[in-house]
C-alpha cells in the first residue's frame, strides 16, 4: 500500500525550513528518501531503519517513528539545490523480496 | 554507492513497435527492480529479477508486455513490447545494494516517447 506523503507541494525562500512527513498503515522496517529534479533520477539521500534513529546528510535530515510508521524529512537552511522532488520509499515489514513502495511525492521549490 | 548506466537514455517508437533497455551496473548484484514513472507521477514497481530466475511481476504487468532477460549479475534488460501511447514513460532499472541495510540507487532512466 502507498505510503501518503505531506505536502504535496511546498514552496520556500533560500534559508527557510521545511518539514515532508511519509506515512503508513504498514508496519516498516525501513523508510528511504531519494529526491529527484526534473528530468534526472531519483537520487538516493538515505535509509532510516526501525529503532527510531535520525539520521542526516547535509543541512537535510530524517527521523522515524515506528509506533507511528511515518517518517519526516527535515529541511534546514534551505539552498536552491534543494529544490525538487521528494520521495520516501517504505519497506513493509512483510513484505516479500526487499520491494519498496514510494509515496506519491513532494514538490519543493527553494526561491531566492 | 554504485554506477548505474542505461541505454538508450531516450528513445521515440512507433505504435505497435519493441524497444529492450539495457542496464549496466558497476558491481555484482542478486536483486534488480525496474520501474516505470509517468510524467509527473511517483514510482512504481514493474518487476523484480534475481540472476538465475523468472522475473516477479507486479500486479498489472504482464510478462508478455514486459519481457526481462537477467543474464548475469551485473546486466538486465527490459522489453516494451507492442508499445502504444500509454507506455510513454520514464522507465528506471534500480539495483539493489550496500553492505548492511540494503539500498536501491536508480540508473539514469529512459525516456520513452510512443507515437
Known amino acids: 500500500q502507498q505510503p501518503v506523503q505531506s505536502p504535496q507541494a511546498v514552496i520556500l525562500r533560500e534559508g527557510e525550513d521545511a518539514v515532508i512527513n511519509c506515512s503508513s498503515s504498514?508496519?516498516?522496517?525501513?523508510v528511504h528518501w531519494y529526491r529527484q529534479k526534473h528530468g534526472e533520477a531519483p537520487v538516493f539521500l538515505m535509509i532510516l531503519l526501525k529503532g527510531g534513529e535520525q539520521k542526516g546528510h547535509d543541512k537535510i535530515s530524517a527521523s522515524f517513528n515506528e509506533k507511528k510508521q511515518q517518517s519526516s524529512l527535515y529541511l534546514t537552511a534551505s539552498q536552491l539545490s534543494y529544490s525538487g522532488t521528494y520521495f520516501c520509499?517504505?519497506?513493509?515489514?512483510?513484505?516479500?523480496?526487499?520491494?519498496?513502495?514510494f509515496g506519491g511525492g513532494t514538490r519543493v521549490l527553494v526561491k531566492p | 554507492s554504485a554506477v548505474i548506466s542505461q541505454k538508450p537514455s531516450r528513445d521515440i517508437c512507433q505504435r505497435g513497435t519493441s524497444l529492450t533497455i539495457q542496464c549496466q551496473v558497476d558491481s555484482q548484484v542478486t536483486m534488480m527492480f525496474w520501474y516505470r514513472q509517468q510524467p509527473g507521477q511517483s514510482l512504481t514497481l514493474i518487476a523484480t529479477?534475481?540472476?538465475?530466475?523468472?522475473?516477479?511481476?507486479e500486479s498489472g504487468f504482464v510478462i508478455d508486455k514486459f519481457p526481462i532477460s537477467r543474464p548475469n549479475l551485473t546486466f538486465s534488460t527490459l522489453t516494451v513490447s507492442n508499445m502504444s501511447p500509454e507506455d510513454s514513460s520514464i522507465y528506471l532499472c534500480s539495483p539493489l545494494v550496500g553492505q548492511g541495510p540494503d539500498t536501491q540507487y536508480f540508473g539514469p532512466g529512459t525516456r520513452l516517447t510512443v507515437l
Open positions: 529479477a534475481n540472476q538465475g530466475s523468472e522475473a516477479t511481476y
Open positions: 520509499g517504505t519497506l513493509e515489514v512483510e513484505a516479500a523480496g526487499n520491494k519498496l513502495t
Open positions: 504498514k508496519a516498516l522496517y525501513s
